[in-house]
């Protein structure tokens, strides 16, 4: 294991050029990570706020409707999109990802910086391309834009929606692009593929997503963009078209888009079992080859989705089948980070609490998943709250999880300061207990049978959906404090140390902050990357 | 006189609906007109000025992403100042580009022959065998794949196959669900 | 006569690659992966077309008669050649023929007009005879072919995207041309010249397969 010393950073890359125009045209790829977490976690509020919503109307406090049926489609059309494509998709990759991977693989940048810029640009105008739907004709929907109704009956709104989501495809795309050939190009000397962080491995298999899935998606809006405004009748069965296609081409992406939101969180879990366990990670090869494997697989799977869409039982079966292989290589790697832990020794700072919080939520989203995957019982659970209950599970409880575990990581890498564990550990407590109470009840609701995005339900369902929205209101408390911690570290956070957690990553061989080109000197790898003694 | 008031009112009307007339509608639009047209030449003409030796100055944006230079710093990090390796690239010669172009020209020419003739169901296979040809004298010889290294070409060719995957899926359902039933 | 030695002093590769070798291959990669998400984009429209052509057989065969063969053969041997000179002006960029590339570029983007111009005269007999997509469909000679709309709403998608990629090769063709005059691509640093025309044989190979698809097979 080879590092070099670092230097007491008095420049870093945080005070290397100043002024904000230095960041509007920065190549940093640092700096540009930054920008997304700004941007990404401010529609995370967003998103949040109108989820706080669709809970305040569905726990019918008071006898009145909070919002009509036709508000409440358009709140959770809202929330999906927003949450989808412009905080989880991006959210670890072109934050946390773009920030370490060249640090992990020794790099002075990515392979393209300025398409990197580009790509953060990109996502800003389609992000506000999307958003003006808000004030122009807001989308009923829902996130996914199924004909003929998004076609056919709605307003035009949805082709500002659906012509942002395109622009920030291709701002997806562009950022897979770089991910990939920087981890094929840029390692330092001595690093092969066998030596990169089982983080970088899980942003390579992410980028392998990203430039295969993504392209489809485009095509499938510019259809949708066609069909509205010119008539093309592709999905309009009057015209001879057929609305299961917009499914099947509308999910070719959709279904490897939840894996381009899941890998790069378990490559994070994987960092920090080993890092808070102080042993090397167990069946390194195993880890990196089942990100690889997702990544294929996950192709291959789509159809689950559209199980009662009317597509033949033919095409059922097959995809009930391998959707149910496309659970191996995910628990192998929940069984590898158990095997990390047995006799390491384990310390429960925040960002393992959030790691450890991760791998319950995990499984438990992931073993429902096997239940839905199985097409005789989605018959049931199709369209229910207990899908709804799913993929929040994997989605909430997998990858925000993984997230702000992250943050708390590499906070004091990033900024040079440290973050408070104490806020760490409250903003914890209250985001696990509180999502447990807001998504479990749902899995019981959906058993029962309450549909998904109706605004109203049974009145039997009425206890469970209001334990679910306080539960809400504990998440919301979760998520302010972890906002708090991170501002006040960033106020008034004592000085971080190079490596303030004993992890033995690239990136905790130069200093807090790291200086503009990462290192002062390449390093030359010569031993793997947890190689704890 | 009324010659003055007769031929002043005249005068007057003329001139006042002149005046506004070619103020707003001549003057104005070809002032406005000419200095839009001259700002996007003179912005334009600056990538064709020339410095002093003839040769073409910068592109004035491009000082943005100028990255930094480390002329007087030794460490072996900056490998700015290693000798650029020699490489070879191999150059494919006009000669094999023609005769390339020219297949494809008698491809083309098989093509439309072929699409007089009905070969039932067959039709679209040998379409798209010969399509296929051409594209794959393209990519070998025109995209230089030939004489590329293996990453680029399974990272082209990954495409096709994931391609292959949507359409042998989404035509699997389509045959088992809408075929049978619309009596094909 | 080789002027290969201007760009020379002037090309330095970028800092955080290792040498000009690395930055090359680095950029190459880079381009395969967006020309395969270009034809993956394009590949979806395709999958559609395969789909519905085996659907209704009929719609697509009676559509295809109204495509006039003729211009699609010729269009078809114009983006060909386009694909040759491009190919022959990387190849003068590589051995420092500034000149001949800079007109085999020009030849390029010449043919690529010609191809515009062609579709315009195809496009406007289209609407002349309303042979539109979807909705606006109003031709009476395919009135009794039910769905004969389909066909058009392809045609238009799958041609109007492929056109669009023209224009935009068409562009870039002539950035790359500019930088070619002015001396900073040479043999020591090709790069954008390879990248463009790699682009530009993607929206042949498209078209390749197109022509048969949309005029012949139907």
Redo the contacts between chains.
Sequence with gaps: MSHVASTTSTTNYLNHHKGIMSWVYTLDHKRIGIMYFVTVMTMFLIGGIFALGIRLHLAKFGAEAFITADTYNKFMTYHGAIMVFMVIVPGIPAFLGNFFLPIQIGAKDVAFPRLNLASYYLFLIGMAISLTSLFYNKVDTGWTFYTPYSTLSTSNGVIFLVLGVFVMGFSSILTGLNFFVTTHKMRAPGMGMDKIPLFVWALYSTAIIQILATPVLAITLFLLIAEKTLGVGIFDPALGGDPVLFQHFFWFYSHPAVYIMILPAMGIISELITTFSKKTIFGYRAIAYSSVAIAAVSFLVWGHHMFVSGQSTLAGVIFSFITMLVGVPTAIKLFNWIATMHKGTVSFESPMLFALGFMFLFTIGGLTGVFLAASGLDIHFHDTYFVVAHFHYVMVGGTLMALMGGIFYWFPKMFGKNISDTLGRYSWVFIFTGFNVTFFPQFILGQFGMPRRYFDYLPEYTSLNQISTVGSWLIGIGFLIGLYAVIKGLVSGTQAADNPWGGKTLEWQTSSPPPHENFDKTPVITAGPYDYR | MEIIINYGLYFIAIFCVLTPVLAFGIFAPGIASTTVFAFIANWAGQFLDLSKEGKIKEIPFSNIFKQDVHADDDSPMWIDNAKPDSHEHHVISTKTYIIVFLSLIVGTIITVFVANFDFGSMNMVIAMLVATAKASLVLLYFMHLKYDNMMNRVIFLSGFFFLLLIFAFTMGDIVSRILPTAGY | MTTASKSEKKF???????????QY??????I?????????????????Y????????E?FHQGSHMLN?TLG?FN??VL??S??T???AI?YV??GKRKAATWAMLVTILCACTFMVVKYFEYAHKFHDGLL????FTNLELAEV??A??FF??Y??MTG?HGVHVVVGAALIFWVM?KNI??NVGP?YFTPV?GV??FW??V??VW??L???LY??G
């Design positions: 330095h590769h970028a800092h955080h690659f290792d040498s000009a070798e690395h291959s680095s950029s190459k990669q880079g395969w992966l967006f020309l395969c998400t270009e034809i993956l984009m394009f590949g979806g429209l395709f999958v559609g395969l789909i519905y052509h085996s659907l209704y057989p719609v063969k053969a078809t041997v060909l050649f694909s040759l491009m190919a022959l190849s590589q051995t997509p979807g909705r606006y039910k769905n709309a389909m709403s392809f238009f998608v995207l500019i002015r001396g020591e390879e025309g790699l044989h993607v042949d190979l390749i397969y022509f048969p698809l012949l097979v």
